[in-house]
């Protein structure tokens, strides 16, 4: 009774208790909402084989063939361009892309088996067209016999002055001046370089395409159609579709070309369109010789010209940029792990000596890594380096066999047009993919991608527009040399993302966005032991790298 009461006494002097709120609910998220998110991927899962696995042995031929199609169509354009206006024949012009396969033959060789280890194509680079013309120019006045002898005199220049050049990629490789370089990038950077190394060739695809737009258009449509669509209606035959569609298109677009051209479809029109929609006007076949093997300084002793060689040493560095660019795109596309700065400079360097075998072989312009192959290995989905090594075989016969690279050679250039609309995209949108490894809603991030996507595409083109058809371009000099090689430099639009991007994404509050910019991520696979799967990819084969020094691993 007494602590009952004392109880109650107790409870009436107690402070009374206050309620609280209980917090308001949290609102719903609309990411969950709406659907599931997806994590950042470092590896591509849905290719049917990887780098360094393969397909079987009939396929793999096919696949190769189908790399082979797609370098050609570069190296055809190329000749095309150039012989003819440095007064070569046509004889002249298929003993050139004899040449440009034969080089991309031994390079494309050389860097899958001791350069990047990616599987790259290598092929002619238009970078060294300013270089080109520039040498063309200056020979315009000159008295000479033929046109034949002219051009003989313009390419023992362009001889000379790869030679030379070859050594800046070899200094800024196998000094391991590029991979310093390479490790100031960070994913902000590698996003505009690897989507302009793709949309900067955009004058190769629907302008081309619209040269001829009754055989590019129908190639275009078919191979989107059939090669996406027809897929899903078969599903044990979707993946002959999808990895042959592009071999079966060509064929029914060039087949529908050459009845357009016996027909007379062409016989009245300008010079202009017989040029992009016959069949028979490359006059490859009959000037083509039966067997040739290019050989060393085939056209003559190299002429050494102070004046010739800065322009192409603006172009080697071109071509290092241009390279890079894609192969971050191949190791994406092939499955591999982002390549480390050691690798590229070891890729850099090997594309030197590649260029001073070009010098020496005669070849018309330089090699780079090829964009449009790399694209072909994201559509078909095989990222095999073994289909990419196969290849080079085709390379090789065709270029020793002319008449029988002739024969593909006279595919009119609009179908390759329609061809490049398609794989060009491809990398360019795989450029995007880099942005998953860097924070997106970041104000930050957003400028210095947007400023950097934006000047490498429009300063390039203001060049390109007032680049006259000799060569020369906005910075008009008393010194040729310093034209050449700024005019080839900033007409570049993976050179003008490295220099815009690395300058301001180093400079503007680096160290306090390091995780906003992807550095974490990044860092890893920029360093030899950095990440367990770098050796898995980039090794050399076999036991070759027991025998190298270290700083070339």
């Known amino acids: 009774m007494g602590e009952t009461a004392n109880h109650q006494h107790q409870h009436q002097h107690a402070p009374p208790t206050q309620m609280v709120a209980p ?16 994590q950042p991927n470092e590896q591509l899962q849905q290719l049917q084989y990887c780098i360094h696995s393969n397909p079987t042995w009939p396929q793999a031929f096919l696949l190769a063939f189908q ?45 899958t088996l001791i350069g990047t280890r990616l599987p790259t194509v290598m092929g002619p680079s238009f970078a060294f067209t300013l270089p080109v013309l520039s040498i063309m120019n200056d020979y315009s006045d000159d008295n000479f016999i033929n046109g034949h002898e002219r051009f003989v005199r313009s390419i023992r220049t362009i001889q000379g002055s790869l030679i030379v050049s070859s050594f800046i990629n070899m200094i800024l490789g196998f000094s391991q001046i590029w991979g310093n370089l390479i490790r100031l990038f960070s994913p902000i950077v590698i996003v505009p370089l690897v989507t ?94 039966w067997i040739k093997v290019p050989y060393p300084f085939q056209w003559g002793t190299p002429i050494f010209r102070a004046s010739h060689v800065f322009g192409m040493i603006g172009a080697a560095l ?90 593909f050679a006279s595919i009119p250039l609009p179908i390759f047009a329609a061809i490049y609309c398609v794989l060009l995209g491809i990398v360019a949108a795989v450029g995007i993919t880099f942005i998953q490894f860097a924070n997106c809603n970041s104000l930050r991030n957003i400028y210095v991608l947007g400023l950097t996507l934006f000047l490498a595409i429009s300063i390039p083109q203001y060049f390109l527009l007032n680049t006259s058809p000799d ?83």
């Not at 917090?23 to 990411?31: D, E, R, V």
């Not at 570049?492 to 160290?511: C, E, K, Y």
């Not at 390091?514 to 920029?526: I, L």
């Open 23 to 38: 917090p308001p609910p949290a609102p719903p998220s609309m990411a969950v909402s709406k659907g599931p998110t997806w």
């Open 67 to 111: 790399h082979y199609i797609v370098l050609l169509g570069t190296v055809v354009l190329i000749a095309s361009i150039l012989v003819t206006s440095m007064g070569g024949t046509n004889g002249d012009k298929a003993r050139v892309i004899q040449t440009l396969l034969f080089m991309s033959g031994i390079n494309t060789l050389l860097q």
């Open 471 to 553: 060569g020369h371009g906005p910075v008009d000099t008393n010194g040729g040399w310093f034209n050449d090689i700024l005019n080839t430099i900033f007409s570049s639009p993976p050179t003008v993302a490295i220099i815009v991007g690395t300058v301001l994404d180093n400079t503007l509050v680096a160290r306090e966005t390091a995780v906003d910019r992807g550095m974490p991520w990044w860092k890893p696979f920029q360093h030899r032991m950095g990440d367990s799967r770098n050796a898995e990819f980039y090794n050399f084969p076999v036991r070759f790298h027991e025998y190298m020094p270290t700083r070339f691993l």
């Open 318 to 407: 071109v071509t290092s940029a241009e390279s890079t660019g894609t192969y971050f795109a191949a190791s994406r596309l092939s499955g591999a792990t982002a390549p480390p700065a050691h690798v590229l400079s070891r890729g850099i360097g090997l594309q030197g000596i590649g260029m001073l075998i070009e010098g020496i072989f005669g070849s018309l312009v330089g090699t780079t890594a090829s964009v449009e192959n790399v694209g072909l290995l994201g559509l078909t989905r095989i990222g095999s380096r073994r289909v990419v090594q196969i290849s080079t075989g085709f390379m090789f016969f065709f270029s020793i066999f002319g008449k029988f690279g002739a024969f």
């Open 196 to 289: 302009v190394v793709s949309l900067g060739l955009f004058a190769r695809g629907f302008p081309l395409l619209g040269n001829c737009v009754e055989i590019g258009l129908p190639m275009l449509i078919i191979l989107v159609i059939g090669q996406q669509y027809l897929k899903h209606l078969h599903s044990r035959s979707s993946y002959l579709v999808e990895r042959f569609a592009l071999l079966v298109c060509i064929g029914i677009v060039w087949a529908f070309a050459a009845i357009l051209t016996v027909a007379g479809a062409y016989n009245n029109v300008p010079e202009r369109t017989k040029q992009s929609c016959r069949t028979d006007h490359s006059f490859l076949m009959s000037s083509a010789p």
